[in-house]
């Protein structure tokens, strides 16, 4: 604003513009980034990311679920990132753990909230 000597109210309007063409979004802390291509990325936590994989895959109860680094090639994101977020759900009681070199299985199926 102060190196184009033009108003906060002037910036927001243009993100607005931007935001509505799909090319911005907002971030917490009151601030914008520019997305690639119109893209957006899935801001819920790597947790949920993972949870949703048994009910979009179809996975039953006793299922094997892929490992911390398929996940982590899939996710994009470290192997010890997977595994805690893997080790959330399986304290939850969505997974079971198999223990170190064993396959981890489904539990339970997670309950989806529909928000509004």
């Known amino acids: 604003m102060h190196d184009y000597e033009i108003s906060r109210?002037?910036?927001l309007r243009a993100f607005g513009a931007l935001q509505r063409d799909g090319v911005?979004?907002?971030v917490p802390?009151?601030?914008w980034r520019v997305t690639r291509a119109g893209d957006?990325?899935?801001r819920r936590s790597l947790e949920d990311r993972i949870a949703d994989i048994v009910t979009d895959e179809g996975l039953e109860v006793?299922?094997?679920f892929p490992s911390a680094s398929v996940l982590?090639?899939?996710f994009g994101v470290s192997r010890p990132t997977v595994t805690k977020a893997l080790d959330?759900?399986?304290a939850a009681g969505v997974l079971a753990s198999g223990g170190?070199?064993?396959v981890r299985t489904v539990s339970a199926v997670p309950i989806r909230e529909e928000r509004s």
């Open 40 to 42: 957006r990325a899935d």
């Open 24 to 26: 911005a979004e907002p």
């Open 88 to 90: 959330k759900l399986v």
């Open 62 to 64: 006793g299922a094997a």
């Open 72 to 74: 982590a090639r899939q």
């Open 100 to 102: 170190q070199g064993k």
């Open 9 to 11: 109210g002037v910036v």
């Open 29 to 31: 802390g009151g601030r």
